[in-house]
């Protein structure tokens, strides 16, 4: 069983920044391409950015490319996500999710392990 604990969430203003972090507890870790999705009030989960299991290959929707920057510590089983230049449109749950062998996708039936979310909310 893989479980997902994602940190770092907040309160920020527009133009601020945020890390957040996921801690897997498996020891497969390097095995799992890793993503963050997003759900914002009365909108569907969307995918936010992903990694592959190397950390090698990232992969980021449209709207945050360029500000948001995915990144992996293998021997920590974690994956992070820096958001930077951050948007009020940027407010949401942020959750983390792992896709066992894959390669970074932007599905969300790819994933079979989910976090719980962690809240970022962006001021104008």
């Known amino acids: 069983q893989v479980q997902l604990v994602e940190s770092g969430g907040g309160l920020v203003q527009a133009g601020g920044s945020l890390r957040l972090s996921c801690a897997a507890s498996?020891?497969?870790?390097?095995?799992?391409?890793m993503g963050w999705f997003r759900q914002a009030p009365g909108k569907e989960r969307e995918f936010v950015a992903a990694?592959?299991?190397?950390?090698?290959?990232?992969y980021y929707a449209d709207s945050v490319k360029g500000r948001f920057i995915i990144s992996r510590d293998n021997a920590k089983n974690t994956v992070f996500i820096q958001m930077n230049s951050l948007k009020p449109e940027d407010t949401a749950v942020y959750y983390c999710?792992?896709?066992?062998w894959g390669g970074g996708a932007s599905g969300e039936s790819a994933y079979e392990h989910w976090g719980q979310g962690t809240q970022v909310t962006v001021s104008s």
């Open positions: 999710a792992a896709d066992l």
């Open positions: 498996v020891r497969t870790f390097s095995r799992y391409a």
């Open positions: 990694i592959d299991w190397s950390g090698r290959k990232q």
